[in-house]
């Protein structure tokens, strides 16, 4: 539309505010919204908004648990549609977990079709699957036509949706709930439903029950799927009174017999929200990996009960071993963190203890019982106000046919009537006496019932029954009339309520009884790799180009070996399956390997830098077993060393451990082990230096000290002697050769030396 001259010119209308301001305010509404109609459950009946509101759109659409079932994408539109005008998909996934067993304690939808598995498998499509709601949501629904909870109008204002639901049972934990909000997060697990009621009775009994006492009666929680809880009496404690803790859960294993010596070990229960498919996978890379040497092997033959079978490498492992092992490794062990912030009367969120949840429900029964129970008063008001005219127009049946059949405007006539001036009929029956109305005139829904009555509601019989259903309709309001004024017999109703409820679902029925068990047991112990290794002798062989391998048992060194093209043997020795082996590499680093894990001796084996992250171009200097409580020497190339403790250079990742500080140009030349008093040194110059040991420093890592001075070359080879043995070498020919007196070439550390003896082997190298 075009301005004309006589149009009034509209300005728009701009504000400003700080930056700050104004994304502070934004923020902060959006995390509200999340708080309060995504994330945390209402106390009252441990529900998030989406699941009220397909709980409630499934009311809607007739869904009983008796009746027929409906397609999963009509409740999942129609749940969008009307209430929550969020994604389909999600609202989808919300309703299948709803029905999953293996995450609902108790399930509030009854699903038929695919709606996933405890591998992890997903539901099937929504048109494919089909569903209704359960007996125990319809006890969450219970009253809910009797105004028992408020209600508010949808995202568009064409329905209404309810607040809250009037939930007849501590659904919150009962079902447990989880979300992320912002800034806060809530974790609660599943319950018995049985000892929850159990529970609520303890609260009504004392209010000011202890915490002690009521987890007494509330032992921890009770997961769908299972399991042992082996989590401490004080730490649970500790956690249901402050509202945050964990809970450690194993699975639930027990040995089978196979005869003749062997068995195998049987996983009935996983821990809660562990997925099976995902559990198999890790113990099968622990096997892969060879990260636990008493597993052998792994299979599952679940069908509709879980059964994962393990078994051991022997007959001679231990089963508590080999399950210590795997709590420690895999998820047959979790920890189910528990954070019960919630939002109380669906307003202030809030970490509350288990005595402050279970209030909050019982709270709310008390309102939705005085709600109903006022509900109740107002209709048996307004029938008994009904019944009064119908029991009139018997007293004066020919007077109101009368005025019904010759008058104009009957409703009026009916209403100006005085029928004060009634008097009793006559009557046949002994022991029937009709009451007569009191002074008056009829109310406008009298005189609509009685003109709204049928001829044959005019029978005898019929005014009789009009008078019983009104004196037990009076009798039923004086007994409302009691409990909405006596605080001790609206506690009691609920307790009454409580116990059908308990009956119905308790411990003596099949989806009542606890699943989840106690056990006693502290913290794992560390099982050593070793202890779970076979001991077995091997031989290990290394070649020129880092290809190792462990042939089993220990076969001649000198044999001759295979080796690939332009490859040779390098490293020869005999060890165990449990000894850990020293690879030290040119440069200065250490890795550990296992003789357990080192590939077997068919074929050329495997390369070393698969199992350490041993760069390409560093070359390895020496592999050696290692032994606990020795020293060794340690020197590169441009002749500095120092002592080294062997416990020091154990290398707990395939990185290695850094031991030996070398520049650029210079490499590690040696490892030894230290077995004498002094040190004898040799350089490229075939200079013998020859110093006692004590002259080294002992170091964890470093460069070290200088051990002989070179004015070109560097360090060939160095060894360690007792003096009063000599120093042995071998001679060109292969002899070994010993030199008991070496002080001709005894000198302080860090000097030259002198030329070595006569007959020193050509290459330098004292071995």
């Known amino acids: 539309m075009s301005d004309t001259p006589d149009s009034p010119k509209i300005e728009p209308i701009l504000t400003s505010e700080p930056l700050s301001r104004a994304i502070g305010e934004r923020y902060l509404t959006y995390a509200l919204s999340t708080i309060m109609h995504r994330a945390l459950p209402d106390a009252r009946d441990g529900l998030k908004p989406v699941h009220r509101r397909i709980l409630w759109a499934m009311r809607r659409l007739r869904l009983t648990p008796t009746g027929g079932f409906l397609k999963s994408a009509k409740i999942s539109g129609d749940t969008m549609g009307d209430f929550h005008p969020h994604g389909d998909a999600a609202i989808y996934d919300a309703m299948a977990r709803l029905a999953q067993d293996f995450n609902m304690r108790y399930p509030l939808v009854d699903g038929q079709g695919n709606f996933g598995n405890i591998d992890g498998d997903n539901p099937a499509s929504s048109r494919y699957t089909e569903a209704r709601i359960t007996t125990l949501t319809e006890a969450l629904l219970e009253g809910i036509d009797e105004t028992a909870v408020d209600f508010r109008p949808n995202y568009d204002g064409r329905l209404e949706e309810p607040v809250v639901l009037p939930a007849a049972y501590p659904n919150l934990l009962a079902n447990g709930s989880s979300g992320i909000a912002v800034g806060m997060a809530t974790n609660i697990p599943p319950h018995n439903l049985d000892e929850l009621i159990q529970g609520c009775h303890a609260m009504i009994a004392d209010p000011a029950i202890s915490d002690e006492a009521l987890v007494a009666l509330i032992p921890g929680p009770d997961f769908p799927t299972g399991g042992v809880i082996v989590e401490s009496r004080s730490a649970i404690l500790d956690a249901y009174r402050t509202g945050r803790g964990a809970f450690r859960t194993r699975a639930k294993w027990e040995v089978e017999d196979l005869g003749r010596g062997t068995w195998q070990i049987v996983v009935t229960e996983i821990p809660y929200q562990v997925q099976k498919s995902k559990l198999i996978e890790k113990l099968a890379e622990l096997i892969n990996l060879k990260k636990i040497p008493l597993l052998a092997d792994v299979r599952d033959e679940s069908a509709e009960d879980v059964r994962i079978v393990i078994e051991p490498r022997s007959r001679t492992v231990e089963p508590e071993v080999l399950m210590a092992a795997l709590f420690k490794n895999s998820d047959l062990e979790t920890r189910f963190s528990m954070n019960m912030n919630v939002l109380i009367d669906g307003k202030v969120p809030k970490v ?12 709310h029964r008390r309102d939705v019982l005085q709600r109903r129970s006022q509900h109740r008063v107002e209709k048996i008001d307004h029938r008994l ?33 005085d029928w004060s001036r009634t008097h009793k009929r006559a009557t046949s ?19 609509e019932s009685i003109l709204n009555m049928r ?3 005019l029978r005898r019989l019929e005014e009789m029954e009009l008078i019983r259903e009104r004196d037990a309709l009076m009798k039923e309001r ?14 009691k109703r609920i307790g009454e309520e409580l116990e059908a409820i308990r009956t119905q679902f308790g411990k003596d029925t099949a989806l009542g009884r606890r699943r989840s068990a106690f056990a006693e047991a502290g913290e794992i112990e560390e099982v050593s790799y070793e202890a779970m290794i076979e001991r077995e002798p091997i031989t290990v062989i290394c070649s020129q180009m880092g290809w190792i391998r462990a042939m089993k048992g220990h076969v001649d060194l000198a044999a001759e070996q295979k080796f690939k093209d332009g490859d040779g043997a390098r490293f020869a020795f005999h060890c165990e399956t449990t000894d850990k082996i020293l690879l030290i590499a040119a440069n200065g680093r250490f890795y550990t390997l296992l003789g357990a894990n080192l590939p077997g001796g068919r074929g050329m084996g495997e390369p070393v830098r698969l199992m350490v992250d041993l760069p390409n171009d560093t070359e390895i200097t020496d592999l050696m077993i290692f032994r606990s409580g020795e020293r060794l020497l340690i020197a590169s190339t441009a002749g500095d060393g120092f002592l080294l403790p062997s416990d020091e250079v154990l290398a707990q990742t395939r990185a290695g451990k850094q031991v030996l500080t070398v520049r650029d140009g210079v490499k590690t030349a040696l490892c030894r082990r230290v077995t004498g008093d002094m040190v004898a040194v040799v350089g490229d110059n075939r200079k013998l230096l020859v110093f006692p040991l004590a002259e080294l420093p002992e170091m964890a890592k470093g460069k070290g000290v200088r051990l002989q001075k070179y004015k070109d070359g560097g360090l060939s080879d160095a060894t360690t002697y007792q003096k009063a043995t000599g ?20 000198a302080a550390r860090a000097t030259a030396g002198r030329m070595a003896p006569r007959g020193f082997p050509r290459n330098n190298k004292f071995d």
């Open 385 to 417: 106000e009904v019944l009064e005219g119908f029991i009139l127009t018997f007293l004066n049946l020919d007077r109101v046919i009368d005025i019904i059949r010759y008058d104009d405007d009957p409703k009026a006539a009916l209403m100006a009537e």
């Open 455 to 457: 001829l044959r509601s």
């Open 352 to 363: 509350c203890s288990l005595k402050e949840v279970l209030r909050a429900f019982l709270d």
């Open 429 to 447: 029956e002994k022991d029937y006496v009709p009451p007569v109305p009191g002074e008056g005139e009829l109310t406008e829904l009298q005189a």
């Open 727 to 746: 120093l042995t070498w071998k001679d060109p020919a292969g002899r070994t050769r010993a030199e008991p007196d070496m002080s001709e070439w005894e």
């Open 478 to 491: 004086a007994e409302l009339a009691d409990l909405l004024e006596s605080d001790r017999l609206q506690w």
